[in-house]
């Protein structure tokens, strides 16, 4: 009776022991799914660009996305912007080559609506790169992102370029 007893008292302690390593990494799983500092969020948006987003403060540090009461605005909205990229990114002359592809790059809208801190994080093709910078230098002044009470805020979105050949 004894060793029964010992026995399911071993049993109990081994799940024990197993469901309070499971909720740690759950934990650890949890908090890889909520954004951090260094992670991008989401336009909400219909619109093709996937726009993803990060709230700077005056110093360039991520503070929290719920903190932000207005976005910047494109003038003409996020289809404006897709239009405007469409019109104006321009291979180089004479280029030829089919090409399939992604290129990432960040850019800074301002507290004063101007895009600044252009950035290629992710290229594929030096003169494609280039294109995607001289586009995303040509953006006119946006509205710029609001906290409450009508502070102004920096934000800095990542662009991705897709390059898919036509068939």
């Known amino acids: 009776m004894n060793k029964i007893i010992g026995i399911i008292l071993t049993i109990l302690l081994l799940i024990s022991c197993k469901n309070s390593e ?3 990494t759950e934990k650890s799983s949890e908090s890889k799914n909520e954004h951090t500092q260094s992670e991008f ?3 909400e948006s219909k619109n093709a660009l996937n726009l993803e987003y990060q709230v700077l403060d005056e110093n360039d540090e991520q503070i929290n996305f719920a903190s932000l009461k207005k976005m910047p605005e494109f003038p003409g909205g996020l289809d404006s912007l897709t239009i405007f990229i469409q019109n104006n990114f ?3 002359q004479g280029f030829i080559e089919k090409v399939e592809g992604k290129v990432k790059a960040t850019f800074v ?3 004063l609506g ?3 801190d252009i950035e290629i994080i992710e290229g594929f093709k030096n003169h494609i790169d280039k294109s ?3 586009v995303i230098s040509k953006l006119p002044d946006w ?3 609001e906290l409450s009470k ?3 805020v920096k934000v800095k979105f990542l662009l991705p370029f897709k390059f898919v050949t036509e068939k």
Do not use: G, L, R
Request: aromatic share 8%; hydrophobic share 25%; charged share 45%.
């Open 109 to 111: 809208v301002d507290t």
């Open 22 to 24: 499971k909720t740690e």
């Open 150 to 152: 009508n502070k102004k």
């Open 132 to 134: 995607c910078y001289d």
């Open 90 to 92: 321009s291979f180089k």
């Open 143 to 145: 509205k710029p992102a």
């Open 114 to 116: 101007k895009v600044v």
């Open 41 to 43: 969020k989401k336009v």
